[in-house]
């Protein structure tokens, strides 16, 4: 802890976040960085063992979301081009942008 807070002075902030490693209840960055890290630690184990458990049910609800994904671009596109037509035939029977 820097002297300045000890003394509750302390100015050494960047967007909030002390700078010289020191918290406001006097806990050291190191510390802070150590939950933080057995934070991302349990997210990983958990992750794992939801693997496990889970994952071939998530492989196959990850292949039918990029076939859907696929598929709605796929008719968007075929949309696109039979609008581009239909409007192509208004104005050639002369009632000008008729799909707007």
Known sequence: MCE???EGGCECRI?????CGCLQNG????SL?????????LKEKIKKKMDAK?????????????????EKSKNSSELGKKEDELEKACEEMGFGNCCN
């Open 33 to 41: 960085l150590s939950k933080w890290a057995m934070g991302e630690l």
């Open 4 to 6: 300045e807070c000890k």
């Open 54 to 70: 889970y994952g071939e049910k998530m492989d196959k609800m990850a292949a039918l979301i990029v076939e859907v994904i696929s």
């Open 15 to 19: 967007n909030g976040a002390r700078q």
């Open 27 to 30: 806990a050291g960055y190191g």
